[in-house]
Every structure is written in C-alpha cells, then in structure tokens.
C-alpha cells in the first residue's frame, strides 16, 4: 500500500462532488492501492452542508479514505496535493449566456491558481471542470507560474463520453466497442465531436465507424448537434445540470491521466495548445491525447478535411475570444 495522496475537491458541497467523491473513496479513480486524505474546499455558507457530506463519506466505511479536512480556505485546502478536482463555481442556469458566467467565475480561478502556485506540489494534475472550463484552466494555470502549464486540464470528458455512447446506441453495439472518438475545441456548443477517426468493434473485427454508420449526414449533423447541445437538454430536462454523468466523467479523465490509456487508444482533454492541427497557441483546446507514465502527448498525424478544418476554427476562435474576455475581467 502506498503512502496517501492528499487530493482535492473544490464545490464540495456540489452535486457534482457528491457522486465524484464516493468514485475517488472507493478507489476508482487512483487505484486500489493508493490511500487519499481529502481536501473539501467550500464557501462559509456552505459548511454546515459539507459536514453532512463528510458524515455520508465516513459511513462509506472505504479502507482507502483517510483524513477528511473541510474548508473555506484555499491556503489549506491546496496544501501539498497531488491532485485537484477543480468544480466548484457558479453553475450555468437555464438562459444564462457563458460571458455572463466567465465574469462571475474568473476570480474564484485566479484565487485558485495563486493558491495552487503556493501551495500544491509541482507535479499536481488539475482538472478543471467548473464552467466556462478551457478558459477557467486557461486562468488558473496563469495564475500558477510556478507550475507546468501542461498540468492544468479542462473536462471535455463528459462530451466525448457522450459521444461515444451515441454512437453506439446508433451501431446497437455496447459503448466499450467504440473507440477514439474526440471531442475538439471548448466544452461549449462550439465544440466539434468528431467520428471520423473512431472506430467499432462489431463480432470480433475493428471497422472505422464513418464506414459502418455510412451516412454522412447523420455524422455531420445529427450526431454533432445532438452532443453539442448535449447538456442544455439535461437542463431543460432536469432543471439541474449535469452531475452523475459529470462525476463519472471527472473520475474517467483523472484516472486516465494516472493510470495512463492502452496503447492505440486516445482520450480528449482539454490542455494548453502547442500549436498541433495549426490551432492557436496559449489556448486550452481539447485535443486527442495517449497518456504513458502521467503525462499525455497530442495525438499526431491525423486527417483533418475541410469540413472538419471548419469546426476547429469555430471553436478556437471562441476560445480565443473567451481569452480576451478573461483578460478584460481580470484587469478590471
Ligand atoms: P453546484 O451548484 O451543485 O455546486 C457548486 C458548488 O461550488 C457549490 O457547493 C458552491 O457553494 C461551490 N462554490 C462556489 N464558489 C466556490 C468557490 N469559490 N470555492 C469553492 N467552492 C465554491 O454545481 P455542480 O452541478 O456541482 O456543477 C459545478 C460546475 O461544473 C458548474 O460550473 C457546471 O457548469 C460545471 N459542469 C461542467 C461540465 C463539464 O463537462 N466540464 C459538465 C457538468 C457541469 O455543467
């Protein structure tokens, strides 16, 4: 048994946490052998709730869970971790344009990422999921000088988990069949999620999805609509948005980025850009990745035609401008 990591989960109070945690207690997300103290950071209203949560957690009876400390204090709450779970934000309401939310979140990610700087060790992996993502790692990471920029991600997990299980509901074939899906671009409507490099595995034999779907304006249009717009049907649906499906998603993504992807397998996250498939630098642009020994690497060398070239440009373009907007938030 290793020693414990300390991690932390930041809206503790969430609903999101509330599913993430018992994945990260359980051992689904770091490994069966790996120990974790959890760090609950909350805002001081949210307290009284957070000692409710830390009831439910210590009634788990999980051998893996050690200490459990609760705060309102980024200072504690980063200290020495090795990995952090970044949700905590204001979540998207129904009518709520991403400007509006930006505003409202680029403090929390700027105080975040001076806390990190100071506090978490230099190798943490941080996922960001807390909306608007990209931009919010985009933030955070600047405000994190003294950390690779490389360890800070954003969560398009979710979108390419969706993805994928659309796909194979279309194919009538169980989700683990599909591979290599990805999600391009921000974790907004802008996104592109993109089948053509996917491929299926039907009775015993790997064929490239676009071959068996066979029809190229379910694949253009329907599927990518559908995963685009995604999450504000969960809202119209639910009047909350996301948060078991989003906690699965986190789990999947940090437990990917630990434990590393099987080889000719990628995942999407969203990381700095260094430039790949000619997308803007210094934006946190959700890529392909194949992930050895906790670092990823962009996924090299693929296709991209005009149509999908067009997309790209859509949603880099869009982060691009949420760039500038942060920047002007952050001046003021
Ligand atoms: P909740 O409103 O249930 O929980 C958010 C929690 O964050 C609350 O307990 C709140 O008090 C806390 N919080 C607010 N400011 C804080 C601060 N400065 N420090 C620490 N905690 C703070 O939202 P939930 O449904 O859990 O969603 C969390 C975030 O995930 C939202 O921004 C949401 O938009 C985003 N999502 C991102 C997804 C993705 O794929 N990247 C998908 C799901 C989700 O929409």
Not at 169 to 197: C, E, F, M
Not at 226 to 251: D, E, H, L, N, P
């Amino acid at each position: 048994m290793s020693e414990p990591i300390n991690v932390v989960v930041t809206g503790a109070a969430g609903q999101i946490a509330y599913s993430l945690l018992y994945q990260l207690a359980a051992g689904s997300v770091f490994g069966p052998n790996q120990p974790i103290n959890l760090r609950l950071l909350d805002i001081p209203v949210m307290m009284t709730v957070l000692d409710g949560v830390i009831m439910e957690l210590e009634d788990l009876a999980l051998p893996l869970l050690r200490e459990i400390t609760p705060t309102a204090d980024p200072n504690v709450a980063f200290k020495n971790v090795a990995a952090a779970f970044l949700v905590g934000s204001m979540p998207r309401k129904e009518g709520m344009e991403r400007k509006d939310l930006l505003a409202a979140n680029a403090e929390i990610f700027k105080v975040q990422g001076k806390a990190l700087d100071q506090h978490a060790r230099k190798d943490v992996k941080v996922l960001v999921v807390g909306n608007p993502a990209n931009t919010n790692a985009w933030i955070c990471s600047h405000h994190a000088p003294s950390i690779p920029k490389e360890n800070f991600t954003a969560m398009t997990r979710l979108d390419q988990n969706r993805a994928q299980a659309a796909l194979a509901a279309r194919l009538n074939v169980s989700v683990d069949k599909v591979k290599n899906v990805i999600i391009w671009g921000n974790h907004s409507s802008t996104q592109y999620p993109d089948a053509a490099h996917a491929t299926v595995n039907v009775q015993g034999s790997t064929k490239p999805v676009p071959s068996v779907v066979n029809d190229d304006n379910w694949l253009n249009i329907t599927f990518v609509e559908k995963i685009q717009k995604r999450g504000t049907a969960v809202i119209s649906a639910r009047k909350m948005s996301s948060a078991m499906s989003a906690a699965k998603a986190a789990g999947d993504h940090m437990r990917d980025w630990w434990i590393g992807t099987k080889p000719g397998e990628w995942v999407s996250m969203g990381v700095l850009s260094d430039g790949s498939y000619g997308i803007p630098r210094d934006i946190v642009f959700s890529f392909p990745v194949a992930i050895e020994n906790g670092q990823y690497k962009i996924v090299q060398g693929l296709q991209i035609n005009d149509f999908a070239r067009s997309k790209l440009s859509i949603t880099s373009k869009e982060l691009e401008e949420e760039r500038t907007e942060a920047n002007n938030v952050l001046q003021n």
